[in-house]
């Protein structure tokens, strides 16, 4: 699809504002326990919610943009060949139904949809909205990023104060990575654990979390929120030094952060730990 063009941001919001209310908003605090399932465990869960807004979100979505392909969560679980999408030509969506499916399912709010557009391995844009506070947050590569339409430009953390981040549990890491992890709390940052990334990226992006760690690297957990944040003025990088890869194959864990400075700070950190 040479010069394929990205799809007016408005339209893609409209897609995604529709999903959550179709899909999402209707089973919030409304679920039975047939509505719930595991997948790979009881930390890892997936819901009617999960399953239609996916299948919604791919519909409206590839019909939105004719030839492009989608990588989903509940997708890529089915048919763990799907996430080579990534690797290939076409347009990718990358859609996370409910990221955040345990909140979602405790009955509070702090859940999210993201979805993002890639080719090549680059984000060209990202959409994070979170339908039970009705905030959107949007990013164009190269032109900046919005949360309900105001710029988004946190600057750097104030000078003096320990950082704040969240992070994977270190339950759920290898010893390495959990070690690296650790030494952020043992650095005196103040930590907290991931219930959402994505609404921890947009936490980073308005300056209400100063960097997030991290020792997964699905795409559709990340794409949408690493744009954010580096349009926001961020950046990210793995323990390698190299920005993180939406393809995979990074060194973990990694970070993003509130500044390029911030970003190297954490990093080094986790080397140490």
């Not at 409304?30 to 869960?45: F, M, T, V």
């Not at 680059?122 to 105001?150: C, I, K, N, Q």
């Not at 704040?164 to 992890?181: E, I």
């Amino acid at each position: 699809m040479p010069g394929f063009r990205v799809p007016a941001s408005g339209a893609v919001e409209a897609v995604v504002r529709a999903a959550a209310a179709a899909e999402i908003m209707p089973r919030y605090r409304q679920l039975s326990a047939d509505d719930i399932s595991e997948k790979n465990g009881p930390h890892d869960l997936v819901t009617v919610a999960d399953r239609g807004a996916e299948a919604y979100l791919t519909r409206e979505l590839t019909a939105l943009l004719p030839g492009s392909a989608v990588v989903g969560e509940e997708t890529v679980h089915a048919d763990p060949a799907a996430y080579d999408a990534l690797e290939g030509d076409a347009p990718v969506w990358i859609v996370d139904p409910v990221d955040g499916t345990r909140v979602f399912v405790s009955g509070r709010p702090d859940f999210c949809t993201l979805v993002s557009l890639a080719r090549y391995g680059e984000v060209l844009a990202s959409w994070t909205y979170a339908p039970a506070t009705d905030r959107m947050a949007v990013a164009v590569r190269g032109r900046g990023a919005t949360l309900d339409g105001a710029a988004l430009r946190p600057g750097p953390p104030e000078p003096g104060r320990q950082l704040r981040v969240s992070m994977s549990h270190p339950d759920y890491t290898s010893p390495g990575q959990k070690r690296a992890l650790l030494g952020l709390e043992r650095s005196g940052a103040t930590t907290r654990g991931s219930g959402s990334a994505g609404l921890d990226y947009l936490a980073v992006a308005t300056g209400g979390l100063d960097a997030v760690a991290y020792s997964w690297e699905y795409a559709w957990d990340h794409a949408a929120g690493l744009l954010l944040v580096t349009e926001a003025g961020g950046a990210h990088l793995t323990l390698s030094g190299e920005p993180y890869r939406i393809t995979g194959g990074n060194a973990l864990p990694f970070t993003a952060a509130r500044t390029e400075a911030t970003a190297r700070h954490v990093r080094r950190i986790l080397l140490g730990g």
